[in-house]
């Protein structure tokens, strides 16, 4: 379809070791947005793309996170050394201007 | 430090009836405040925004109203459709925006 896409849909790890999570924004789509929802709260914002640059990564929980993206195409988000308290629902939303509209079904990722 | 809050878990109402949601917030440079519906296992759907010139702004069955002065803001929902059933997300901010922890909307029949 046309939406915005994730992958994987389910990641499962052991602690300690890295992962990469996808999100390839609606074509055009200028802004792009990941946010994570833990277990019973709310979406939590991490980092946002203008275009290929992030005017904020005030989000991101540690320096073991890290994101980028290729132009106005996709982008990764890479943690590192993954810990237990990185399980969560990964969003990203996707925008032709800017507050994120259009979000694709997430990542779940489960650290053991 | 919550800057969206959404102080209802849940909220039950029945089929047809009106449903209102409502949310706080307390940074008064937010300038743009959205409503966000999710159902399971999906990703939040936009619902409807405003800016904060408006205080009302509609469309079908959903109008969001702000209120600055109490920064506040509600979402109704007329007439209520078992469809709505989900968990609701308030949002606010400017390009970065918060949300809440959301509201979880149960239509009965």
């Known amino acids: 379809g046309a939406g915005v896409s994730q992958s994987p849909s389910n990641k499962v790890t052991e602690k300690g070791k890295d992962v990469e999570l996808r999100c390839d924004p609606i074509?055009?789509?200028?802004?792009l947005y990941w946010y994570r929802q833990r277990l019973g709260q709310g979406l939590e914002f991490l980092i946002y793309f203008q275009g290929n640059s992030a005017p904020d990564k005030s989000g991101l929980p540690s320096d073991r996170f890290s994101a980028e993206r290729t132009g106005e195409s996709v982008s990764t988000l890479t943690i590192q050394r993954t810990q237990q308290e990185d399980s969560a629902v990964y969003l990203c939303a996707s925008s032709p201007g800017s507050r994120p509209q259009h979000f694709g079904d997430g990542t779940r990722l489960s650290i053991l | 430090d919550q800057q969206v809050k959404q102080n209802s878990p849940s909220l039950s109402v029945q089929e047809g009836r009106i449903s209102i949601l409502n949310c706080d917030y307390t940074n008064s440079m937010f300038d743009y405040f959205l409503w966000y519906k999710k159902y399971p296992a999906e990703g939040p759907t936009f619902l409807i925004s405003i800016s904060s010139i408006k205080d009302k702004n509609e469309d079908g069955r959903f109008t969001v109203f702000l209120n600055k002065s109490a920064k506040h803001l509600s979402l109704h929902i007329v007439p209520s459709q078992p469809g709505d059933s989900a968990v609701y997300f308030c949002?606010?901010?400017?390009?970065?925006?918060?949300f809440g922890k959301g509201t979880r909307l149960h239509i009965l029949p």
């Open positions: 074509s055009g789509h200028t802004a």
């Open positions: 949002a606010a901010g400017d390009d970065k925006i918060i």
